[in-house]
Structure formats: structure tokens, C-alpha cells
């Protein structure tokens, strides 16, 4: 990149990854240029802000940004405590993206919709390594520009782009034309969107901690909203995974969140259907009908997708990736990662080496970095972009030096499950933790963010 040092480097995605990416090139005295579709730092984790972390906040927390942030007498949270969503954002991504050297590089409203070598498309290999690229970029008000950058860093996160509703990665039929009946992955049933749950019927989706939270929360509403029903479907022949370890997890917040669940089915407060994989839905008038492959059908006010995200590579269509076949993650991360053989704490520390790619200077970092992978730790993608950052200033000793402490993660998924999903409702002891957002929280973010889960997470 030496020749491109005039050139700033390109940062998609202003999530916690995002702007500690950032940061740690300031630190390298590159210059980052934060392209965000939302319209402020953290957009994506706006929407889930009433969700609670797993992790406490030491694990929530990037070292290059708090250096950022303790210039300015910034008073860090308490450490052990577990934050909600919206905390992060209130008091960390918000400060730490009003600082003059984070806000003067930040453009919100700004969606990448193409990442390309300029004048060179992917079957053009002579002077590829040296030649610059070019971001299309489209700001709000409709214009689109082209940025010319010396390296890119992708940290838009999965939260856009959920897995759909049917079975064999494809939407079910009738899926794409029955959106009006199908709610955002991670509603706030309690708080913003009480209106479109209470007093209805709600079949929730899913096996993870996204499917968990939601659940109980609607458990919670009624209570008080009598004619609310809550029908549960996962398309596994049982709802272990979703119940966790409970008394035997090592973070009793999770733990704490699966028994709750448990015992809310068991006392019929939950309508509980497994072997539910969806076939097809059909709108109708006033509800939406929910097929089954086996024929069996539901009826239903309003879907929650809890099913997990999964990377939107179209934007990256003339780069030259190398992606593993299974999870998309970059081809040497993507066998630490997969979650049929490993969860969020036997994933060993990594940086630019693992997710380099045959094209030069460009990374995916963060949520999108693990593909459809659900075990994603924001801990993780703190050191991703502290290792991109030392490989972009052409420190390689810094770059290959990976180090990295995760809490333990006790029970932790090796089915599929995530590590980084929030807990609701629980009074877990705050030293606890295990991940960083949703199964989105992924935010398990969804089944993963940490769960997390555009914006960056």
C-alpha cells in the first residue's frame, strides 16, 4: 500500500468493529474515511437496544477507541456490568463517534453498494496489486459518488441480511409477498412495537437466543395484553438447544434466559412446535397461513424470523475473494468457525493473515468476517482490526502477533447456537460474560453479534 499512502482506507460499517477499526489506523496514523447506511454510529444496534449482552462490558470495549475516548476525559462504564444494546451505543459508539477525529471521517447516510479496483474489474489481474479502489457509494438524497481509497476494510456487519423463513437456505414460497405479516429479527414487543403484538397472535421462529428473548418478552405482554397468543416453531425435533445448560451454564445469565423459557412452555404459556420446517406461507386478509414441509399448519397475527444472518457479498462481486464453501467466512477462518464442530471459545485468536484474500488490502472484518457462522465475539473483531490495521501500515511482526481473552464461555454452542446472544430479563451475577451482542446476538446477533449481528456489526 505504500504507493497509496495519500489515499485514505476505506471503512464500511460504523458498528463497534467499524469504528474501532478506524481507530486503531489513526493510531497507525493512516487515514480512515467511515462510510454508515444508517443515520447515525451504531444504526444496526439501534435496532435491538432494549436487548441485553451477555458480556459484560470489558469485552464490549476496544482498547484503540477507549484510548480515543480517554483523551477527551471519557469515564469508562463499570466494567463487570452487562449492557443493554443501547447502552453501547449511549455510552461508547455515540461518544467515541462525536470525537472531531472519529465525526470529521464519518459519513452516515452512506450506503456502499459496490467495491471495485478502479478502471479494473475482476478478471483483469496486470497492476492489480497497485491499483487503487473504488467505492460507490450512495448518500442520502439519492447521489452516488465514486471514492477512490488505497484499502478497504468491511465491517458492515449480517444484521441486513437474515436467513429466510424456508427450508434449504431458500425463502419459502409466498415469502417474498407476505413481508407486511413478517416483523423485524429482534422486535421490541414491550417497548416501540407494542402495538403491532399486543392482543395478537405471534409465531415466533427459531432456536437460538434471539427466539428466546423474544418469547419471553411476548410472555411478558400477556400479562397484561390477555388475548395476546404466543406459538413457538423450530424446525429441529426438539427445543433443547434454545433451553441451553441452566443450572450447569457457565454464563448464568444464558442460563438463567433457557430455564425461564422451559418453564414457560411447560406451563402452556408458550404454544411449542417441533419438526416445523416452513414450506410455504400464504397471506390472506387479516392473517397470514404458515405451511409446514409435513402439511401441518399454523395461523399467525405476526412471524418473527429469529433464524440467523448471513453476509451480503453482492457489493463485493468484482473483488477477488476466497471465501470457505460452507460458512462464507475468508477460506483458512471459515473451519475454526464452523458451528458443527465449534462454538465462540474453541475459536482460536486471528488476524490479517487468516482473513487476507487474494485481493490485496482488502479485509472483512467483524460479524460478516465469520459469514454464516453464529459464534462471533466483538472481542474477536476488536483484534481482527487491530491486526489489519498493523498489516495496512506495513507492520507485519504487529500484525501476526494475535492475542486475545475471551470470558468463559461454559456451555457454549457447538450446534449451531451463539455464544454472542443477549439475555433478558435475568439478574445474573455482572461478572458473568461470554460474548458481545446479539445471535444477531447476533445478536446469535444470532443465532448471532453478538450477537453482532449494517452498521458494523
Known amino acids: 500500500m505504500d ?65 480515543l475516548l480517554g483523551q477527551t476525559g471519557w469515564e469508562p462504564p463499570r466494567l463487570t456490568a452487562l449492557p443493554y444494546g443501547g447502552e453501547l451505543i449511549d455510552d461508547y459508539l455515540a461518544p467515541l463517534a462525536a470525537l472531531p477525529a472519529i465525526g470529521s471521517r464519518l459519513k452516515t447516510g452512506a450506503r456502499v453498494v459496490a467495491v471495485t479496483r478502479a478502471g479494473l474489474d475482476k478478471t483483469h489481474a496486470r497492476d492489480r496489486d497497485t491499483t487503487p479502489f473504488t467505492v460507490r ?7 452516488v459518488r465514486d471514492h477512490t481509497v488505497a484499502a478497504v476494510i468491511d465491517a458492515s456487519g449480517t444484521w441486513s441480511a437474515r436467513n429466510p423463513l424456508g427450508t434449504s ?34 409465531l415466533v421462529v427459531g432456536a437460538g437466543h434471539s427466539a428466546a428473548n423474544t418469547l419471553i418478552n411476548l410472555a411478558e405482554l ?66 397470514v397461513g404458515v405451511e409446514a414441509v409435513d402439511g401441518r399448519t399454523l395461523e399467525a397475527d405476526v412471524v418473527v424470523p429469529c433464524i440467523g444472518f448471513r453476509p451480503d457479498l453482492e457489493i463485493l462481486r468484482e473483488l477477488r475473494l476466497n471465501l470457505d464453501p460452507a460458512v462464507e467466512a475468508p477460506v483458512e477462518l471459515g473451519p475454526l468457525i464452523d458451528p458443527e464442530f465449534h462454538s465462540c471459545g474453541t475459536v482460536p485468536p486471528h488476524g490479517a493473515r487468516v482473513l487476507a484474500h487474494p485481493e490485496k488490502d482488502f479485509y472483512i472484518v467483524g460479524m460478516k468476517s465469520y459469514g454464516r457462522a453464529p459464534t462471533f465475539l466483538l472481542a474477536t473483531g476488536y483484534e481482527q482490526v487491530r491486526s489489519v490495521a498493523a498489516a495496512l501500515a506495513g507492520d507485519q511482526a504487529a500484525a501476526d502477533i494475535v492475542q486475545l481473552e475471551l470470558p468463559e464461555t461454559g456451555v457454549c454452542s457447538t450446534n449451531g447456537t451463539s455464544c454472542d446472544a443477549p439475555a433478558t ?33
Open 3 to 67: 504507493s497509496q499512502r495519500a489515499l485514505p482506507i476505506a471503512v464500511i460499517g460504523a458498528g463497534p468493529i467499524g469504528l474501532a477499526a478506524a481507530a486503531h489506523l489513526l493510531e497507525r496514523g493512516l487515514e480512515p474515511v467511515i462510510f454508515e447506511a444508517g443515520p447515525t454510529a451504531g444504526a444496526a444496534i439501534e435496532q435491538w437496544r432494549h436487548i441485553r449482552l451477555f458480556s459484560p462490558w470489558r469485552f464490549n470495549l476496544d482498547a484503540a477507541a477507549v484510548r
Open 137 to 143: 457509494v450512495e448518500h442520502n438524497g439519492g447521489e
Open 169 to 202: 437456505g431458500l425463502p419459502a414460497i409466498g415469502e417474498n409477498t407476505a413481508v407486511d405479516w413478517i416483523s423485524s429479527p429482534l422486535p421490541d414487543v414491550l417497548g416501540r412495537e407494542r402495538e403491532s403484538f399486543a392482543g395478537r397472535r405471534v
Open 222 to 287: 400477556a400479562k397484561d395484553e390477555p388475548g395476546t397468543r404466543i406459538v413457538w416453531a423450530v424446525r429441529g425435533g426438539s427445543a433443547e438447544k434454545a433451553y441451553g445448560g441452566g443450572d450447569a451454564d457457565g454464563l448464568p445469565a444464558r442460563g438463567q434466559l433457557g430455564g425461564k423459557l422451559r418453564r414457560l412452555v411447560e406451563a402452556g404459556k408458550i404454544e411449542l412446535h417441533t419438526g416445523f420446517g416452513i414450506a410455504a406461507l400464504k397471506s390472506l386478509d387479516t392473517h
Open 425 to 457: 430479563g435475568t439478574t445474573a451475577s455482572e461478572e458473568s460474560g461470554c460474548c458481545a451482542a446479539p445471535e444477531p446476538v447476533l445478536v446469535g446477533f444470532p443465532t448471532g453479534l453478538s450477537h453482532g449481528r449494517s452498521g458494523g456489526l
